[in-house]
């Protein structure tokens, strides 16, 4: 039969099964073969002897954390504390794109900001939905539960943005660990040690410790680029141009002429290494 690893510890690893939960362990041969299951796996399993036969096939893995099959993230972006940062944001959308998972903007912490501050941050999430990006406020709880319907989402973001907080909003059944915000850092102490799927609104809820792997190493500048949606609206007069050096580039001359937002081209040229 087929379930999901919803949670792993130590060598016990917790399948779902038509809403009952099996701790399993993992036929001998996996250490062998260098199979890993990982949180968000379907797996063909045993009930009766609580063993994992085979993983099935991933829609998507990712390293740090450990997860996989992965239909959307739910990226926690605070304004304050710690601050507003577009470089880590587009991070977290490239590594979305790069692995098909489709990335949702949450804002939280815009209590925080001045009137006048946020009329220049809201001109730039209205660039974000422009290309096609779901920018949402934390505070927007019915909007954020239409979204989790049947889909398996992760939360992730910045370190002390309010991922817990927000999770816990939505379902304080589950009464996630939550911390402050360290004033001398600028960034929050992770509260999450354990990735786990929580079932919700008919699709999968995630917590997980955070991404902690954001470079970009082993995957090639064509995969970053490609990752930049709205370039592919602009197609240059090169084929495979890379929106470096050529020239009559039309990504280029589109973000002179303020098409495409400075800041992401600038982002774009950090993460492949030509700034």
Known sequence: MVGQIVKISSDLHFVSYENEIYPCKCRGIFRKEHITPV?????????????????????????????????????????????FSLNLLDKFIVLMEINKVVPIICITKSDLVESNEMEDINKTLDYYRSIG????????????????KNKTSVFTGQTGAGKSTLLNRLNPEWNLETGDVSLALGRGKHTTRVVELFEFLGGKVMDTPGFSSLEFNSYSKEDIRDAFIEFKVYPCPFKDCMHTKEKECLVKQKVLDNNILESRYLNYLNFIGEE
């Open 133 to 148: 990006y779901t920018v949402i406020f934390n505070t927007e709880i019915d909007k954020i539960k239409n979204l989790l």
């Open 39 to 83: 949180v968000g796996d379907y797996v063909l399993f045993n009930k009766d002897k609580k063993l994992i036969e085979e993983v099935l096939e991933r829609k998507n893995l990712f390293q740090r954390p450990k997860v996989s099959n992965i239909d959307q993230a739910i990226l926690i972006t605070s304004l304050k504390l710690p601050d």
